[in-house]
DNA sequence: TATTGTTATACTCTATAACTATA
DNA sequence: TATAGTTATAGAGTATAACAATA
């Protein structure tokens, strides 16, 4: 190990950090800086670059609402029905997303997965599990639980 | 109110809700909605659009460190350089953000305020302290202390 | 050789408004 | 009139790679 032996450099702070000040105790700003972190680790845990999060989260909310709008999905996932429109185009030219008409409103369609949809998304689905996973073990048991009951009470309250 | 006397549609699901299944345990999913829930509530108490909450933590980090260099502020950032020349740029043209060239290393910039930028921040800083007591609020003074630690487990955790 | 910052470029995500087709 | 979805369009934000200046 030869950096051992380096000499620190003499710094009249501890460590070569930059001071926060006030954002130090915003939450804002560290639900930030946490959720580019959690999306970066889990971007890179699943390598394709057209499977990001988002996407996931589409997909995930499809398999488990089978049938589900598009207007439906845009309110879960707080997003426009027209950035949905562009996501779902890609997920569906993919053969992963099938758009079926609605027999009872013809105005909509029904989201469902195909078969090599749920293919994909259960291969996403060990990574999400996983990159979960890790974080639990950063926060712990108890954090975990904590974690989640704090932040949907802001998701909720910021309606 | 006539609305009372409407007939509720029979509903297998006690409420029109989206089922979330295993993204209802994910903390990444959670961490999106909230950051988006906040970042929205920021933006919208703001109301300049050019204004949002990257350039406020842009700002507030320059106030806090005067004569930072481009780089330093894009590690503090999470953001790579390039993006920060950008942003900078608008803030530079804007009258806010002054680049000064470091005496001591002259490849690098010396980031500061204008008196313009000190104006604008202390604006921003009103707003984001009343955003932030509008967060603590919906967590509560044990909540704030809580999340914060756990925020910053998992930001120091993903490097 | 390595680092600071810029430039060129491209891609993703997002939203608004106007539109269509249905209701 | 109202709603579901598309399209056209525009703007932020982000990153990569190649580059010039400096160390």
Redesign the pocket.
């Known amino acids: 190990m030869p950096k051992a032996t380096r000499p620190r450099k003499d710094r009249v702070t501890p460590v070569p950090v930059v001071r926060l000040g006030p954002l130090e105790d915003f939450i804002g700003f560290h639900l930030r800086l946490a959720q580019?972190a959690s999306f970066r680790a889990f971007a890179q845990r699943v390598g394709d670059?057209?499977l990001?999060p988002?996407?996931f989260a589409i997909m995930a909310l499809i398999a488990e609402n089978p049938g589900i709008?598009?207007?439906?999905l845009?309110r879960a996932s707080?997003?426009?029905?027209?950035?949905?429109?562009?996501?779902?185009?890609?997920l569906v030219v993919r053969g992963l997303v099938l758009?079926g008409r609605?027999p009872?409103?013809?105005?909509?369609?029904a989201l469902m997965l195909t078969a090599r949809g749920r293919q994909v998304l259960a291969r996403l689905m060990t990574h999400a599990a996983a990159h979960d996973r890790q974080l639990d073990e950063l926060v712990g048991p108890a954090g975990k639980l904590a974690l989640l009951r704090l932040l949907r009470r802001i998701i909720g309250g910021l309606d």
Do not use: F, I, N
């Open positions: 580019e670059r057209r990001r988002s996407r709008t598009q207007t439906a845009s707080a997003r426009d029905k027209s950035t949905l429109t562009t996501a779902l185009d890609d758009r609605a009872e409103d013809r105005r909509s369609y």
